[in-house]
């Protein structure tokens, strides 16, 4: 079937998916979900060897990929080539994160293709940048996560390194890029002209270390791993009650008093080794161990409650079973169905946020590779005959 968009939003755009693994992928993903027409670009089948998360059947590839088209192009080919440069004619936006040089060399980099196209956007997605001493490593999410500083403050102190568990790298990466798409087109409005953008797993993830980069560089301050413990705002993390764990957020005097007050602890509010943020830090084992003693006279649902009527931000430590299962999550709709030709009634999160007049949804499962490539190529124009002839020589 032709493009049928997931929101009205996006609708009037067709976004050229040359991605593969999770970063590109995430941000043409990102795209459709709003209404772009995304065609995914894929090898033939005979030349299978792209990563694709774990099978095309697999759960990850399912969620990665909906609301997309699927076309298949030999682009070791001159005709793969020809035909792909005929499909990006048609379209506003591209999307790559092959190496740095192999676009070059394919002759669909930036500055070839906006010859003919100058109101084309071109976005592209490294592991290290397009440039520089270090553009041509293999990129990959974990190496991202260490290089930006994120494992350094992940984990429990003397406990070595530890990575988040999801590829953080990968998907902000991926998020950045759609927003860097949005902004380019947006700008295009009032200058008529394309451009190129680009980011990478790493300018991703320093970017997402956030008040950790400013503590260091107008602070001086390098900052080590503090558990699931807040490094700066104290009590902030991880506490047990009588039947688990839980967060509990304080931050500032005001909070610190009322949680005092709940916990049956005023006599915290004038302590001198608690009664100030400094001191706190000082004294933070001492005090975690004797808010860890109080917490155990209670379940964790009954400080939860206690706690939020009282203006203090308290919440359980869900596993993913658990999540789907919160009234609010329920509540929120974020879990979305949809239908597979190949597997039947599917459910995926959708996007977090939520346009009241253009809602976007997940209008279209997955597509198996090549799906699409005939009603694609038909649609620029190629015959019957033309196709064939191009099936037989394995351009798609």
Known sequence: MPHLPASAALQRFRVIDLTQVRAGPTACRQLADWGADVIQVQMPEHMRGDDTLGGQDGSDYQYTHRNKRSITLDLKQAEGIATLKRLIATSDVVVENFRPDVKFRLGIDYETLAADHPRLVYASISGFGQTGPLAQRPGFDQIAQGMGGLMSVTGLQEQGPVRVGIPIADLCAGIFAAQG???????????????????????????????????????????????NFHPTSIPTGVYKARDGYMNIAVFGSRIWERFCNILGAPEWIDDARYHDKAARSVNRDALNAEINRRLAAHDRAHWVRQFNEGGVACGLINDMSEVFDEPQIRHLGMVKKVVSRWHGEQRLVGQPVQLERTPGTIARAAPRRGEHSEEILSELGLSGEELARMKAAGVF
């Open 181 to 227: 798409i949005l902004v380019a087109l947006l700008e295009r409005e009032s200058s008529g002209k394309g451009q190129w953008l680009h980011t990478s797993l790493l300018e991703s993830m320093v970017y997402m270390m956030d008040f950790q980069t400013s503590r260091f560089l107008i602070d001086g301050e390098v900052a080590a791993q503090a558990g």
